[in-house]
């Protein structure tokens, strides 16, 4: 399969950046000057600038597209009004090998009653519009947009000042987006959300009006100390927040109630995709449950690792582990199962190569949260 490249290719390239495969897209880890541990300060101090352009992003429009794709995902998007955005899950619909698993969690902008965006995962894109395209009543048209738009992400404590710096409306309520122009005169949908645990913003433009604004948003930003920052930090500062990364706390494998993202289901709605096994589970209680590791000691968790007893009993499996550079030890998140009774502030380790090192557990976040 051809690798796929951000509209902002060029400009990673020339900004010295290590690029790797991420869900078939080639995608900048860290870039030079700095790597990660400088790019994940910039965006907890000051600010920094990632593109995030292999995020998909897909409309779905036509009379009721909106109680459409609500009676398709899980939250309740009545809980939200045109402007807004909230966070949902697509999941496997009752009836299907796997139901109340987890096909990709995404972002919707409710523009309005006949009017939604989507901006899914990368490696799920297809298959969450896909779904909805074979789903849509009459009317209703999905329409795949991810090579016509690209996604940046401002995030940091001086994200605001960047932005009112470019021209960009940043007044905004915490998941709720506005309509501007920046950038050389480009459109742009602003976004007040984001995956690092900061203030921040993601700017979505135009595919072929990127490189203007990605060149505007460093140009403004150049006084405060923007860096761009690569994917790299993107991981470790969304760890340090405990969020969920599809394929390692979300999957067609773990639920929404396994991984602690009940808040996220509306349990009164009265359809979405695998409702009844959601439902099911959630009365039952579930069989493993997601908790957070910090490191006793100086082993750093990492995806896979055996998470053992006080006695050597395996009772789960790490699914995310960094170095936090914010706390200076290792962090992770981790399956656990609920038979074994796990606590908060329980003592347990985890076997890095056939040694057994200490962890606590704790609920994320692991650093305090300024998203609001």
């Known amino acids: 399969m051809t690798t796929r490249t951000s509209p902002l290719h060029d400009r990673h390239l020339a900004a010295g950046a290590k690029l790797a495969d991420f869900s078939g897209w080639s995608m900048p880890i860290e870039y030079a000057g700095g790597g990660v541990l400088a790019e994940h300060a910039a965006v907890r101090e000051g600010v920094g600038l990632f593109d995030v352009s292999h995020l998909g992003t897909g409309t779905v429009r036509g009379p009721g597209a909106a109680a459409f794709v609500?009676?398709?995902l899980t939250n309740d998007l009545s809980r939200i009004g045109p402007g807004?955005?909230?966070?949902?899950?697509?999941?496997?619909?009752?009836?299907?090998?796997?139901?109340?698993g987890v096909v990709d969690d995404l972002i919707v902008y409710l523009h309005g009653p006949d009017d939604v965006l989507l901006v899914p995962n990368a490696a799920n894109a297809a298959e969450v519009l896909g779904r909805l395209a074979d789903a849509a009543p009459p009317?209703?048209?999905?329409?795949?947009?991810?090579?016509?738009?690209?996604v940046l992400a401002?995030?940091?404590?001086?994200?605001?000042?960047?932005?009112?710096?470019?021209?960009?409306?940043?007044?905004i309520g915490y998941m709720s987006f506005v309509t501007g122009t920046g950038g050389g005169g480009a459109e742009v949908t602003v976004c007040r959300t984001g995956y690092t645990g900061e203030h921040g913003y993601e700017?979505?433009?135009?595919?072929?009006?990127?490189?203007?604004?990605?060149d505007a948003v460093l140009?403004?930003?150049?006084?405060?100390?923007?860096?761009?920052?690569?994917?790299?930090?993107?991981?470790?500062?969304?760890?340090?927040?405990?969020?969920?990364?599809?394929?390692?706390?979300?999957?067609?494998?773990?639920?929404?109630?396994?991984?602690r993202a009940g808040w996220a289901v509306g349990w009164r709605k009265p359809a979405f995709w695998g409702r009844e096994a959601l439902?099911?589970?959630?009365?039952?209680?579930?069989?493993?449950?997601?908790?957070?590791?910090?490191?006793?000691?100086?082993?750093?968790?990492?995806?896979?690792?055996?998470?053992?007893?006080?006695?050597?009993?395996?009772?789960?499996?790490?699914?995310?582990g960094t170095f936090s550079p914010t706390l200076r030890v290792g962090i992770g998140l981790a399956?656990?199962?609920?038979?074994?009774?796990?606590?908060?502030?329980?003592?347990?380790?985890?076997?890095?190569?056939?040694?057994?090192?200490?962890?606590?557990?704790?609920?994320?976040?692991?650093?305090?949260?300024?998203?609001r």
Do not use: N
């Open 84 to 100: 807004q955005a909230q966070y949902t899950m697509c999941c496997v619909p009752d009836g299907e090998e796997g139901a109340g």
């Open 279 to 320: 439902l099911a589970e959630k009365e039952a209680g579930p069989a493993r449950l997601l908790w957070g590791l910090r490191a006793a000691g100086r082993g750093i968790p990492r995806p896979g690792m055996a998470v053992l007893d006080g006695d050597g009993s395996r009772v789960g499996e790490v699914t995310s």
């Open 154 to 171: 401002v995030q940091g404590p001086r994200s605001l000042q960047v932005l009112e710096l470019l021209g960009v409306p940043g007044e």
């Open 70 to 72: 609500d009676s398709c």
């Open 219 to 259: 140009d403004a930003g150049q006084d405060l100390g923007i860096r761009p920052c690569g994917l790299g930090a993107r991981d470790t500062l969304r760890t340090e927040m405990g969020y969920p990364l599809h394929g390692h706390e979300l999957s067609r494998e773990i639920s929404p109630v396994q991984a």
């Open 139 to 150: 009317g209703v048209e999905v329409v795949d947009r991810h090579t016509e738009v690209a």
């Open 335 to 371: 399956l656990l199962d609920a038979a074994a009774g796990v606590a908060e502030g329980a003592s347990l380790t985890i076997d890095v190569r056939g040694r057994r090192e200490p962890v606590e557990v704790l609920r994320p976040p692991f650093v305090p949260s300024r998203v």
């Open 203 to 214: 700017l979505l433009v135009a595919a072929e009006r990127a490189g203007e604004m990605w």
